[in-house]
Every structure is written in C-alpha cells, then in structure tokens.
C-alpha cells in the first residue's frame, strides 16, 4: 500500500495551524506574565520564543552544545524511561517500536519543559512522602489551606517528606508562611515560558517520578488538568485528592470555578474531595445526583484557627471598623463607600489590595471616614484590638479564614452569609446580613452591634469559643486523616 506523503503545502498549513491553536496561545501567555512581572519585554522575545518552540532544534541555548547521534548508553536510557512513563503518557507507547538510533540528541535542554524538569532535580533526590499542587504562593486563603496541610503533613511524617510544588506561575510572595527547611520547587522553565500543557506534563513526570503516598491539590490549574487527562492513570500510583471552595464567576458572571468545570469528570480517580465547609459540597452532590459511594468522598475540613486572645478595649471613639480582604468583586468592596457614607461617625479601616483598575472603580467616592491600607500579609498585623467590629461583605465564598481569625481575635463580627459563612456566624455569635448585596442592611446592622455592647461582647466570646472548639489543629489533621485520605497512613 502506498504511504501517504503530505504535499509541501499541506505541511505548512498543519504548522501554520499548530502554531495559531498551540503555539502562539501559550507563548503569549506565558509573555504576558513576564510583562506583568517585570513591566517590559525585550523586543526580540516574542521571535526567539516562537521559534524555539516551531524549531527547537535550530534555536539552541547559549552554550548548548550541536546535535549528535545517541550512543548506546543514551538509547537504553532512553527506552527504560519510555516504559517507566507509558502508564501516565499512554501516547509514548508508539515511541517502543522506534528506531531511536536515527534520532539526532542535543545535549542540555532545548526546551522551557526540559530545563524546567532538568532544574526540578536536587529536591527530587530525597524520597516524598506526601505532595501538594498549588498555583502560586501569595497572601490568599487558598494558600494557608494548602499550608495548614502541608504543616499537619510535616507533623505527622516529620520534616523535609513533604513537597509544596509551585506550578501555575514562578510568583511566590509569602515563603515566610513556610515552616523553615520547607521543600519548596517552583516550575519554571526560563524566561518564564512554560506553556500549560508543558505544566500538565511535569506535574504528571512528578508523580511518576516519586510516586508519593498522596497528592493534594489545592487550586492547581496543572494540577486540574493532569487530573483530566492523566487521573486514571495517576491513581493507580498515588491517593488522590482535591480542595474546592466555593463558587467564582469571571466579569461576565459566567461560573469558572474548579468543581463547576473539572469535579464531576474527575471524582472517579479521587479518593477525597475537600472543603472548608459543608454547604457547598452539600449543594454539589445534590446538583449531580451523586451515588452514596462517591458522596462520601466529599468531606469538609475545619481549617486551624488561631488560638483565642482576649479581646482588648479600644478607645470609646472613634468606633472603628475593620474590613480586610482581597479587592475583588467577589468580596463585595464596591459596598463600602455607601456603608461609609451612610455611618460618618465611624471609621473604616480598608486592608487589601487588587488590581489597579478594580480598586479605584471599587471605592470611587469613598468618603473621609473610609482609608484604605494596602496590602497585609498577617492578620495579626492589622491591630484587631484597635478596632471595635469586623466587617465582610463577600457575595460569595467559603468559610474564609479571615473571619476565623477575627473571631478568634474576640471582634464582634457582621458578615453577610456567603458561602459557608452560616456555619459559623449566626445571631448567637454575630450579626449575620442577609440580604448582602445592600448597603443599608450592613448599616442597620452596624449600628445594632454599636448601641448594644454587651450583646457585642456576649456575641464575640460565643464565636470565639465556637472556633476554639470546632477550628483546633487536631480537628483539622483528623478530617484530612480519615477514610483513604491525604493524610491516611493505611490503618484500618
């Protein structure tokens, strides 16, 4: 039979097609992640970017060394990886058959993936007991969940067994939430141009290579996405797991959160689906009809709080307010100039930072009484014993950590009820909003906690003795521990 030969010309449509769908997406992406960093691009970038990408070969590193034929030592190492690999990447299985020996080697990586993976080494070498994905590592709550479970991992297995992996961007601005020694690796292939797919494959090399007892992903995009592709096979060599938080919706409204778009398709390869609070894994197993054997694998999990302090006095006036959180519509900051507006005896102390844009459309029209402070990275910085409430007004989320520490800090709280938030804040231990898309009911609600301040005090030390009960470490270690999960040591 004749072997069909694609003309001259259909060849440079297929590359012309793989560079508009493949190529070009990924390289801008990962251009416009150095511009956001550093403001600037070299004008030559772009060009050597997609040409190391169409034509690696042709596009060396400085110093690389030219291509030659393999030796025979390279070739048996060669075809030991590829059969080491196939579980995981079960297109490399056509690769058994090749004739590797007509196959040109350029010594030291040619590309973002292989330098990535070339620089990942040193911390591979120790064995891994445990892995958590996570995108980044910022000032988020997202973050210190992944880190309250890295910690009660480096509790259980002792130091140095447990690896946080960085994989959706080189941005680590918190390593001082890091237990000292941590084992830390941040994916990153040079000039900050690793692809998704580059990503998705690293982290599926990752678990093949160390293959650790549990892997929890905690807001990974690489890590959503070698589930997607890669779970059957990744749970045959390592217990699988998950956090999911809440619903998110981008500018349009549309929902882009992990469990509306990945959970379903992937809770066959998990062995448990975690979040802070009941309710939204509640909603989710209704919404898809979930047989009694997969409901059980969604569990939440009480996050640690702080330990109680006894709340101090604050001055008489002025009455402060305290509201600390991302800029971001979720949030609901666009309420605090009317809030402010509407009490201009009080003053509103603003903790948190967004982007530019979203921060001056958020408070346009702030009044005097409302002072926003930037950017925090600890809670226990903002003075809580300054302030005589803490305000939330989040249109959705989970049980989020600031509130847990604002009530373990002994502030009456008013809050809208987001989310998981009810499961913690009720007219027994604060002053609940209903209604949080209006101003006026975070107003009323104010000035009741104001002019009663022994129902503002009996509240707070309610709430505070709620968290100290439900939100300990060794609740937190516990859930993470039962039923196959990521903290389960294989008793019975």
């Known amino acids: 039979m004749r072997r069909f030969l694609p003309s001259p010309g259909t060849r440079l ?74 579980p995981t990447e079960p297109d490399l299985a056509r690769l058994r058959d090749l004739d590797l020996n007509g196959l040109l080697v350029v010594p030291g990586p040619i590309t973002a993936r292989g330098l990535a993976w070339r620089r990942a080494q040193p911390l591979l070498e120790a064995p891994v007991r445990r892995m958590i994905l996570v995108p980044w590592l910022g000032h988020g709550g997202a973050e210190r969940v992944a880190l309250n479970a890295f910690r009660a991992a480096e509790a259980q297995d002792g130091p140095g067994r447990t690896l946080l992996v960085v994989t959706d961007s080189r941005r680590v601005e918190a390593p001082g939430w890091l237990p000292e020694g941590a084992r830390l690796l941040v994916l990153e292939g040079g000039e900050g141009l690793l692809l998704m797919e580059d990503r998705v494959a690293l982290v599926a090399a990752l678990v093949q290579r160390l293959r650790p007892a549990a892997v929890l992903n905690v807001n990974s995009r690489a890590g959503w996405e070698a589930l997607l592709r890669h779970g059957r096979p990744l749970s045959a060599l390592t217990r699988l797991s998950a956090y999911v938080f809440c619903e998110d919706h981008d500018a349009l409204g549309r929902r882009v959160d992990y469990a509306y778009l990945h959970l379903r ?148 709280i008013v809050t809208s009820l987001a989310g998981g938030i009810g499961e913690l804040v009720s007219d027994a231990t604060g002053w609940p909003v209903a209604t949080g898309e209006d101003p006026a009911a975070y107003v009323a609600a104010l000035r009741a906690l104001r002019a009663d301040p022994a129902a503002a005090t009996a509240r707070a030390a309610r709430l505070s003795a709620l968290i100290a009960e439900r939100h300990s470490v060794a609740a937190h270690a516990a859930a993470l521990r039962a039923g196959s999960g990521f903290l389960w040591d294989g008793a019975s």
């Open 13 to 86: 449509r297929l590359r012309l097609a793989t560079l508009y769908r493949v190529v070009l997406p990924g390289v801008l992406e990962g251009l416009a992640a150095r511009m956001r960093r550093e403001g600037r691009l070299p004008p030559s970038l772009l060009a050597r970017a997609l040409a190391r990408r169409l034509f690696p070969g042709l596009m060396r590193c400085k110093g690389e060394a030219a291509p030659q034929r393999p030796s025979a030592e390279v070739i048996a190492a060669a075809r030991t990886a590829i059969a080491r690999f196939v």
């Open 265 to 412: 398709a992937v809770l066959p390869h998990l062995a448990a689906v975690y979040s802070d609070h009941a309710a939204f894994l509640d909603a989710f197993a209704a919404a898809h009809a979930l047989p009694p054997d997969e409901r059980a694998k969604l569990r939440p999990v009480p996050q640690p709080a702080p330990a109680p302090t006894p709340p101090l006095a604050p001055p008489d006036k002025p009455f402060r307010v305290l509201w600390a959180g991302r800029i971001t519509a979720q949030k609901g900051p666009d309420l605090l100039p009317a809030i402010a507006r509407a009490l201009p005896g009080m003053r509103f102390e603003v903790h948190g930072a967004g982007a530019r844009d979203e921060v001056r459309a958020a408070l346009r029209g702030a009044p005097p009484n409302l002072t926003l402070h930037g950017s925090f990275g600890d809670f226990a910085a903002l003075g809580a014993g300054r302030h005589h409430a803490f305000l939330y007004t989040a249109r959705w989320d989970g049980l989020p950590n600031v509130l847990l520490e604002a009530g373990a800090a002994g502030l009456p």
